[in-house]
């Protein structure tokens, strides 16, 4: 193929994969604490997670694609949010939800990870003491559009 | 039973054991020494008047920078007794310095024990002598020092530990 066909082609398949992605995000909703309420009620009804098409928790990690890691991370629980996000297969991406996960919220102190981004690569961070459901939708359409310019290797 | 008659029938097995005593808003208190404690736990347990058959909770406090207290013994064992049938409480309490930081466990008599002694193990340091494993609760194995003491910095961190295997 000249003239750049080839370009375009594996162009559009990037979209195409991309617009698939991120309209069928299966989740691992990693919840640990208070974050968790406001989790779960961005995951029901009124303020629905499912119209974006992500609204199917896969609770084992070979399953799913985003890790929610939801709720304050202590030193004992960070080896084994380590092991979990191992575990996941590409592609993966990962949301920090609520502040302590950001950043160790409140929590400055002996038994909190300051921030998960010190254990895991992060791709959203959405602070929030809990986030606001508007929040995490905002948050989760960010990372749509992450999810969509992701480009393949051919 | 009454806390005034509480006090007064540990103070009349246990005479100069039992340091001293107060209450506090009707909650009653008695400082006893730690070679009595093990038989006076034994006791509250089952005496027929006390039966205080519930252990509330166990925990440690640090008077390291308590004004007024610079030369008593650094810390201070606490044993919170609750009686379901005869619906009286009782604080139980025990002073201990920091380089001599044994005391008899209370596992034999209240199972809950096993898991407040760790916690006060691991928060405070301070040992409990015949507890059947003694190992930190709420923080990892691999951390040094014991966090709730008052010379440990509230925000120091430590090493972030890999996983296991």
């Given at each position: 193929m000249g003239l750049g066909l080839g370009d375009f082609v594996t162009t559009k398949l990037d979209e195409a994969i991309g617009w698939a992605r991120k309209y069928?995000?299966?989740?691992y909703p990693f919840v640990t604490?208070?974050?968790?309420?406001?989790?779960?009620?961005?995951a029901c009804s009124h303020y629905d997670i499912d119209r974006f098409g992500a609204g199917l928790p896969r609770?084992?990690?070979r399953q799913a694609d985003v890790l929610f890691v939801v709720g304050t991370i202590s030193h004992k629980?960070?080896?084994v949010l380590r092991r979990i996000y191992d575990q996941m297969t590409e592609p993966k991406w990962v949301v920090a939800f609520g502040v302590c996960t950001c950043t160790g919220g409140f929590y400055d102190n002996y038994a909190t990870v300051q921030g998960i981004d010190t254990i895991v690569p992060v791709d959203v961070y959405i602070p929030g003491c809990p986030p606001r459901p508007e929040s995490v939708l905002d948050g989760l359409m960010k990372l749509q559009e992450k999810i969509a310019v992701g480009r393949q290797r051919y | 039973m009454d806390g005034p008659a509480i006090v007064a029938r540990l103070t009349e097995r246990f005479g100069p054991a039992v340091r001293e005593t107060h209450a506090h808003r009707g909650d009653h208190t008695v400082v006893v020494d730690r070679a009595a404690l093990a038989d006076l736990l034994r006791l509250c347990r089952d005496d027929p008047a006390l039966r205080f058959d519930l252990l509330m909770d166990l925990t440690a406090v640090d008077y390291l920078k308590y004004p007024g207290r610079e030369d008593a013994p650094r810390f201070e064992v606490v044993y919170h007794l609750y009686s379901v049938p005869e619906n009286h409480r009782l604080r139980v309490k025990v002073r201990v310095d920091e380089d001599d930081a044994v005391v008899p466990t209370a596992v034999p008599l209240w199972p809950i024990a096993n898991w407040f002694e760790r916690e006060v193990w691991d928060m405070f340091g301070i040992r409990f002598d015949g507890h059947p494993d003694l190992r930190r609760l709420l923080m990892y194995e691999e951390f040094v020092g014991h966090p709730l003491r008052k010379d440990y910095p509230v925000s120091k961190r430590q090493p972030l530990i890999g996983p296991r295997t």
């Open positions: 069928s995000i299966f989740q604490a208070c974050c968790g309420m406001e989790y779960m009620s961005v609770f084992s990690p629980m960070a080896p | -």
